[in-house]
Every structure is written in C-alpha cells, then in structure tokens.
Nanobody
Framework: QVQLVESGGGLVQPGGSLILSCVAS????????MRWYRQAPGKERELVAF????????TYANSVKGRFTISRDNDKSMVYLQMNSLKPDDTAVYYC???????????WGQGTQVTVSS
C-alpha cells in the first residue's frame, strides 16, 4: 500500500534552517508528482511546494519563495524540503503529499511538527 513517512521536524530559532524528508513506498515514485503542505493551528492546510517526477519543475507558495527548496531522489524514493531563514509564521505541521502515478487517489503522510521560536 501507499505509504509516506515524514521526518526532520523540530524546534528551531528564527533565521535557522531545517530539512524535512519524506520516504515513499507502494507506488511508482519517479512517475509521481510530490508536494509539501503545511497546516498551522487554526488555519487551513496550504500548499507549500510542488515537484514533478523528474525534479525539473518546481513551484512554491509566495510566502516561502526564495527560502524553501523542494527536491527529490528517485533512486531512494525520497522528497525533501530544505527550509532556510525560518520565521515564526512557518510554524506548522508539515505534510508530504502524493498523487501516485497509476493509482487513484491522493495520499498523505502523518505530518511532522516544525516550530520556529526563540
């Protein structure tokens, strides 16, 4: 079955960096689009970043553009989110998301908490 498992969250000071990882299984990873979402307390879940199967096309939310970088390693079935210059507004649970190729539906990881605070 499709599984997405995130890791790498934690507590970081404003201006700091974190890298989130998501390992995928149960589907053809290299043919699948991958996304990172986040949800802050009391707010709707928002799309943070997108990457296509080849890793050639990426898009970002305006709020993270220039600070976050999404990447993938198709040999390891992993997608990453490098987060730099973190701000308190980046505090949220971050979720890995997949629309697997050849499988109907949308899938989510369990989420990883990122807290930006001094």
């Amino acid at each position: 079955q499709v599984q997405l498992v995130e890791s790498g969250g934690g507590l970081v000071q404003p201006g700091g960096s974190l890298i989130l990882s998501c390992v995928a299984s149960g589907f053809t990873f290299r043919d699948s689009f991958m996304r990172w979402y986040r949800q802050a307390p009391g707010k709707e879940r928002e799309l943070v970043a997108f990457i296509d199967g080849f890793g050639l096309r990426t898009t970002y939310a305006n709020s993270v553009k220039g600070r976050f970088t999404i990447s993938r390693d198709n040999d390891k079935s992993m997608v990453y989110l490098q987060m730099n210059s973190l701000k308190p507004d980046d505090t949220a649970v971050y979720y890995c998301n997949a629309n697997p190729a050849y499988i109907a539906g949308e899938y989510w990881g369990q989420g990883t908490q990122v807290t930006v605070s001094s």
